[in-house]
């Protein structure tokens, strides 16, 4: 038997398999599609409230739990969505979140009681929050350059203005053609045939870190929203009340226990010294007051345009298009503002748009002519389509390129904390005059000039703000 020659003898055994490189066109077309879904489960209520709250036959002081689960459940596991997206893997945590989506909304379907439908509401959130912090992690990997990147994440910023504008109108003629459950089943059925689609356009991508996920910070941040939350809900009945004092004491308390559990953490879901960076502050207060300004006052002026001007269900889905039609189209364009204007100056934009949209709707609820509406659906619809190109897009160039999906879920926890705080307040100031005509058309407008000052108090801050390239904030 012959010996190994000398170079034979000292050959390397071959190495690893090269990962497979990510299919960025596959990777766009699933993420958006996932992300469009996830918004038409979370804006679905919004033409079907009324009918649902009879079905469940929850009060008056109870409704904004039926629209405010899925922003919960968002704004509360974003952000461990997106340590755990980056440690473990991003196409793993996708495949898992789009189909835990399609089994959650379909349970809504369903639910017999207001408690059970908030639990499944919540849950569809957190299935939500593992679909768009994975998302914008994978489109990242997938899009390494800057010019990908813009392109990649205005696509994504028009599908969310895109599953806004679906989800009432598949909710509205589901409902209209049989009952409001089966627009849950619809949804969850689609939620299903994009996780059967997703494993063969996705690679996988992770940075990970030594550690543990941050379970008590994820605890602690949400009983912290349900405390506010409840306070909101509850502050309808009168704002100067003990229990309600007690859970705002309870939501800074917790709070700041999530502060200090993320400072002392090795892997925190949040790295407190991204707040020493201006582009992380702009996306993050961006984010905050887009829920609590633009999103809170359209989660719930569909129920007031079927309440107060006799509008249908499906006239009020048409309706809120010319919002949400109008957005998706302004973002999916927005791109090309990109070298122009900043993405810090394109949001004070947005902003000042949607506080005039909200100047020319004063008094529109009252008037009974759904047409006082247009000019300000119109306004604030390009407003928000700015928004919705900018956030994403400024959420992953404020953190380091390997803390994509956390950057991710920060700017997203934001939006859906503002949200869901929103809706709750602007439930309670439209009808703490009670349901009559008179007093929802008065509660209305004095929700609108709160909607308008959050925005123009956003456009300010945001001004203020320097664009530094966020390397030099470390």
């Known amino acids: 038997m012959s010996q190994p020659t000398r170079t034979e003898a000292v050959a390397a055994p071959p190495g690893p398999a090269a990962p497979p490189a990510p299919r960025p066109a596959a990777t766009l077309a699933v993420t958006s ?12 209520p919004m033409i079907t409230l009324g009918d649902t709250a009879a079905s ?9 739990w039926l629209l405010n689960g899925t922003p919960l459940g968002l704004a509360a596991l974003l952000l461990v969505a997106g340590s755990l997206a980056d440690d473990y893997g991003r196409r793993r945590a996708f495949l898992y979140g789009t189909f835990a989506l399609g089994v959650t909304t379909v349970l809504s379907a369903l639910a017999p009681t207001t408690l059970l439908f908030t639990l499944a509401r919540v849950a569809q959130g957190a299935a939500s929050a593992a679909v768009i912090a994975a998302s914008l992690g994978l489109l990242v990997h997938a899009f390494p350059t800057p010019a990908g990147r813009i392109r990649a994440t205005g696509v994504w910023g028009a599908f969310v203005s895109g599953g806004i504008a679906l989800g009432p109108v598949v909710a509205g003629a589901v409902a209209g053609a049989a009952d409001w459950r089966w627009s849950y089943a619809v949804l969850g059925a689609a939620a299903l045939a994009v996780a059967a689609l997703a494993p063969k356009a996705l690679t996988e991508s992770l940075s990970p870190r030594p550690g543990r996920p941050d379970l008590p910070g994820a605890l602690t941040l949400g009983l912290a929203l349900v405390a506010l939350l409840a306070a909101l809900t509850l502050g309808r009945d009168g704002w100067l009340r003990a229990p309600i004092g007690l859970l705002l004491l309870a939501a800074v308390l917790l709070l700041a226990a999530f502060g200090v559990l993320e400072r002392r953490s090795a892997t925190p879901m949040l790295d407190l010294s991204l707040l020493r ?7 993050t207060a961006g984010a905050l007051f887009t829920g609590l300004s633009v999103i809170a006052l359209f989660s719930y002026v569909p129920t007031l345009v079927q309440q107060t001007m006799g509008v249908s269900p499906m006239g009020t889905a048409g309706l809120l298009v010319l919002w949400s039609g109008s957005s998706f ?44 509406l247009l000019p300000g659906l119109l306004l604030s619809g390009i407003g928000s389509g700015l928004l919705n190109a900018a956030l994403p897009l400024l959420a992953v160039e404020s953190v380091p390129a390997g803390r994509a999906a956390m950057g991710s879920g920060a700017n997203n926890t934001a939006r859906y904390i503002g949200s869901a705080a929103g809706v709750s307040l602007t439930i309670a100031l439209a009808t703490s005059s009670g349901p009559s005509h008179h007093a929802l058309a008065q509660g209305t407008n004095t929700a609108l000039l709160v909607s308008g000052t959050l925005a123009l108090a ?5 001004l203020t703000l320097h664009d530094r390239h966020p390397t030099a904030q470390l």
Not at 277 to 283: H, N
């Open 56 to 64: 469940l036959h929850t009060p008056l002081s109870s409704q904004a």
């Open 329 to 372: 189209l302004v973002a999916l364009q927005a791109r090309r503002l990109a070298g122009r204007v900043s993405p810090r100056h394109q949001l004070a934009l947005g902003f000042v748009l949607h506080a005039l949209a909200v100047a020319t709707m004063l008094g529109a609820v009252g008037s009974g002519h759904w047409q006082r």
């Open 33 to 44: 599609a996932a992300t469009a879904v996830a918004l038409m489960t979370y804006t679905a």
């Open 277 to 283: 960076r201006p582009l992380f502050l702009a996306s």
């Open 458 to 462: 956003a456009a300010t801050l945001l």
